[in-house]
C-alpha cells in the first residue's frame, strides 16, 4: 500500500469513526436515567472500542511503515507512534473494563464516553496534522529531500 493510499485509508476511518462518535455522544446524553439505557451504552461503547482496535492495528502496521520510509526523522515518527497507541490502548483497556463491570451505573459510564469522545476527537485531529501531512505521506518521495541552493 502506497503513502497516498494509506493517508486515504486513515482519513476515511476518522470520517466513520467521527460519525459513530457523534452517536454515541447522543446516546451517552440521553440513556442517563432509563434502566435499558446502560446496556445500550456498555454494547455501544463496546463496539467502538472493537473498531478503533481495528483502526489502530492498521495504522500499527501500514501508518508505521509509510512513516518509517517516509523521510530522514522516519523511525523517530515510527517510535511516537508506538508509544503513543502503547498508552492508548492502556487508557482504552480501562474504559473497557468499567464498560463490562456490571455493577457501574449509567451515569459514571456515560461521564467515561463522554471524556473518551472528547479525547479521540482531540487525538484525530492532531493525528491528522502531525502525522498525516500530504508533504510526508507523499508517492513520489524517494529519500530524503534536499533543498536546493
Ligand atoms: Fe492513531
Ligand atoms: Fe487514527
Redesign the pocket.
Known amino acids: 500500500m502506497n503513502p497516498a493510499a494509506v493517508r486515504k485509508r486513515?482519513l476515511d476511518d476518522h470520517v466513520d469513526l467521527r460519525t459513530r462518535l457523534d452517536r454515541l455522544e447522543q446516546l451517552a446524553r440521553s440513556d442517563r436515567c432509563p434502566p435499558a439505557g446502560a446496556e445500550t451504552l456498555r454494547a455501544a461503547g463496546c463496539d467502538l472500542l472493537a473498531r478503533l482496535e481495528a483502526?489502530?492495528a492498521f495504522?500499527d502496521v501500514h501508518?508505521a511503515r509509510v512513516l518509517r520510509e517516509a523521510d530522514a526523522w522516519g523511525e523517530e515518527r515510527e517510535r511516537r507512534?508506538v508509544d503513543?497507541?502503547r498508552q492508548?490502548r492502556a487508557h482504552l483497556k480501562h474504559i473497557e473494563l468499567d464498560l463490562r463491570e456490571p455493577a457501574a451505573d449509567v451515569e459514571t459510564l456515560a461521564h467515561e464516553l463522554l471524556d473518551l469522545i472528547a479525547w479521540l476527537r482531540r487525538?484525530?485531529a492532531a493525528?491528522e496534522r502531525e502525522?498525516l501531512d500530504p508533504d510526508v505521506l507523499r508517492d513520489d518521495v524517494v529519500g530524503i529531500r534536499v533543498e536546493a541552493g
Do not use: A, T, V
Request: aromatic letters at 0%; zero cysteines; charged letters at 40%.
Open positions: 486513515i483502526h489502530m495504522e501508518l507512534l503513543e497507541h492508548q487525538d484525530m493525528e502525522r
